[in-house]
Structure formats: C-alpha cells, structure tokens
C-alpha cells in the first residue's frame, strides 16, 4: 500500500499519467497495407496513402464511401461525354441526383458543368462555322446540366463574341429589334456596337537656328551682338487620336456610324474592301480619299473580327 501511494505521488509530481500511451493506435490498411495511425477525429476515415476506407472506417462508412465513389464516376463520365459531344445515358434528373450523391456543393457543380459545356462549345468553334445542328447541341447539352447557354456568353464575353462570328460565317444574321438607326424600307440591322471614329493627327515641332554677328565696343572688351533667331516647323511623326464616340449601326444595305458630332453612312454598293484588327476595323470604298476607322470595344478583344464578319455578310446577303 505504501508503495503504491508513493507512485501515485510521483506519478502526479511529474505530470505522467500511468495509462497514457506515448503513441496512437495503428494499423495496417486493408487495401494498400500501409500503417494508418487512428484520428481523433471518427469521420476522417480515409487512409493518407491510398485515399481509401481505412481500417478504422466502420462498415456504415465504408458503404457511403463507396456509394458517393460511384456516384462521382457516373457524374464525371456525363460531363465527359458531353463535353466530346456524345450523348450522355442520363436524364437532367439523373446526372442532378449523381452530384449530389457524390457530395458536390453547388458552386462546384456549375463550375464543372459550365466548364463541360465550354469545351463542347469550342470544340464547336475549331472552324469558326457553327451550324444549326451544333447550335441546337451547345443548347440541348447546356439545358441537361440545367444551364442556360446564354450565361457562358456572359461569363465570358471573348466566347460570346466568337459564338455570334461563327453564327454570322454560317450565314445566320439575326436581326435586332428598336435599333437606333432609322432604317430604309426593306432594311434591317443586325449589329449597333459602340465604337469610335479616330483620325491621324500629325505632330510637329518647332526647329530653330541663330545668325548674326558681333563687334567690339571701343576698349572696353566688351563685344555687342546683332542677329536673331530664325526657325520653322518640322513634321515629326503621327499619331491616331479620337475624333467623335458613338455607335455603329450594321445593317442589311449600309454601315452607319451615329456620333455625337458626326454622322458617316458607307453602302456596301461602294465598299471596295475592309481592313481588320482585333479591336477596330476600317472602310475601303470607292471614291473616297480618307478610309474611315473605328475603334471597337477593348484592346484584345474579337470585336474588330465580329463587325467585319458581320459586314461580309451583310455584302453577300444584299
């Protein structure tokens, strides 16, 4: 008795409990035989090697894991087939029902089914030529994910944009309703983009020289100077600076810029040719001196290729 009173004493003195254990229970994973040690935590059941139930998963866990597993491998097998453009073996229900059973939250469900969605659309778009059946597809496909097409063009405007080229290379224009252009009879517009007319200023800069001479004043050593100083402009280059803002008005028989301070029509009857940038585009016609160019939407953007897509159609179409 007297000893162990004494242990018990110095078991307190130093702060060791007799029954702690120095290190956690493990064991072997029954799937990759690898040491699992036990988590405090019953719910992390998962073994750090192999990603599997491990041996402290009860068989209740072990069912759910196995059940959310299958559940996630039928949901990503619906998004690839999609995204190849193969029709999924699911209804909208069940591809619904399999993210959930696999434990996806909602974000993660748009995100990925948006981004199933957005390759199919560009493996649509390798041509630049979307066709009726595609089209219908990109629509049909984003309706079974219980998304609407019309939000990835939102989401990212540099696909719309591409979205609306291919449309228009296919020969699809659509026409718009309450333009701002007042439209001649039988006329229709496709396209009112905000945009700017620019034009080239010319920079100078003014260049001067001395002439002139000097004499002395008596002996003084001091000398007085006559001349002066003569110079002229020099043209040092060019740069492109905004001339008016408003919109462009593409319709099925001209292209109309509506500025705050100028108005420009070019019929397609006198276009002669169209040059193209990524953010702007510039009318050739016949008899005219000044090609007039426009600045469209951001710098990187497709909209210089869009209006000109548009354009071209407009000319085949009149």
Same mark, same amino acid.
């Given at each position: 008795?007297?000893?162990?009173?004494?242990?018990?004493?110095?078991?307190?003195?130093?702060?060791?409990?007799? $029954?702690?254990?120095?290190?956690?229970?493990?064991?072997?994973?029954?799937? @990759?035989?690898?040491?699992?040690? *036990?988590?405090?935590?019953?719910?992390?059941?998962? @073994?750090?090697?192999?990603?599997?139930? &491990?041996?402290?998963?009860?068989?209740?866990?072990?069912?759910?894991?196995?059940?959310?597993?299958?559940?996630?491998?039928?949901?990503?097998?619906? !998004? +690839?087939?999609?995204?190849?453009?193969?029709?999924?073996?699911? $209804?909208?229900?069940?591809? +619904?029902? +399999?993210?959930?059973?696999?434990?996806?939250?909602?974000?993660?469900?748009?995100?990925?089914?948006?981004?199933?969605? *957005?390759?199919?659309?560009?493996?649509?778009?390798?041509?630049?030529?979307?066709?009726?059946?595609?089209? +219908?597809?990109?629509?049909?496909?984003?309706?079974?994910?219980?998304?609407?097409?019309?939000?990835?063009? !939102?989401?990212?405007?540099?696909?719309?944009?591409?979205?609306?080229?291919?449309?228009?290379?296919?020969?699809?224009?659509?026409?718009?309703?309450?333009?701002?252009?007042?439209? *001649?009879? &039988?006329?229709?517009?496709?396209?009112?983009?905000?945009?700017?007319?620019?034009?080239?200023?010319?920079?100078?800069?003014?260049?001067?020289?001395?002439?002139?001479?000097?004499?002395?004043?008596?002996?003084? &050593?001091?000398?007085?100077?006559?001349? &002066?100083?003569?110079?002229?402009?020099?043209?040092?280059?060019?740069?492109?600076?905004?001339?008016?803002?408003?919109? !462009?008005?593409?319709?099925?028989?001209?292209?109309?810029?509506?500025?705050?301070? *100028?108005?420009?029509?070019?019929?397609?009857?006198?276009?002669?040719?169209?040059?193209?940038?990524?953010?702007?585009?510039?009318?050739?016609?016949?008899?005219?001196?000044?090609?007039?160019?426009?600045? !469209?939407?951001?710098?990187?953007?497709?909209?210089?290729?869009?209006?000109?897509?548009?354009?071209?159609?407009?000319?085949?179409?009149?």
């Amino acid at each position: 008795m007297r000893t162990g009173t004494a242990t018990a004493a110095s078991s307190q003195e130093t702060g060791i409990l007799p $029954t702690m254990s120095l290190f956690r229970e493990s064991a072997p994973c029954p799937h @990759c035989g690898k040491k699992v040690h *036990k988590h405090h935590d019953p719910q992390r059941i998962l @073994c750090p090697q192999c990603g599997q139930p &491990g041996p402290y998963a009860t068989p209740e866990q072990v069912t759910r894991w196995t059940e959310a597993r299958e559940a996630s491998c039928r949901y990503q097998e619906a !998004l +690839a087939a999609l995204a190849r453009g193969q029709a999924p073996q699911m $209804t909208r229900e069940e591809i +619904a029902a +399999a993210a959930a059973a696999a434990g996806y939250g909602p974000q993660d469900v748009q995100r990925m089914n948006r981004d199933a969605i *957005k390759r199919f659309v560009l493996q649509a778009l390798s041509d630049d030529y979307l066709t009726e059946q595609e089209e +219908a597809g990109i629509v049909h496909n984003a309706a079974l994910l219980g998304e609407d097409h019309r939000a990835l063009a !939102l989401e990212d405007p540099d696909l719309g944009q591409r979205l609306v080229i291919a449309q228009v290379n296919a020969g699809r224009l659509q026409p718009i309703a309450s333009p701002q252009l007042i439209c *001649k009879r &039988g006329e229709v517009v496709y396209l009112e983009w905000p945009a700017q007319l620019l034009k080239t200023v010319v920079k100078r800069e003014f260049r001067a020289g001395y002439s002139g001479f000097s004499f002395p004043i008596g002996k003084t &050593g001091i000398r007085y100077r006559v001349g &002066g100083a003569r110079g002229h402009s020099v043209v040092v280059g060019t740069e492109v600076a905004v001339d008016d803002s408003g919109i !462009l008005s593409i319709s099925s028989q001209r292209t109309v810029f509506i500025g705050g301070a *100028k108005t420009m029509e070019m019929p397609y009857s006198k276009l002669v040719n169209l040059s193209v940038f990524s953010d702007g585009v510039q009318f050739h016609q016949a008899n005219r001196v000044n090609a007039p160019l426009f600045r !469209l939407g951001i710098p990187g953007s497709h909209s210089g290729e869009l209006v000109a897509a548009l354009v071209q159609a407009a000319v085949q179409q009149a």
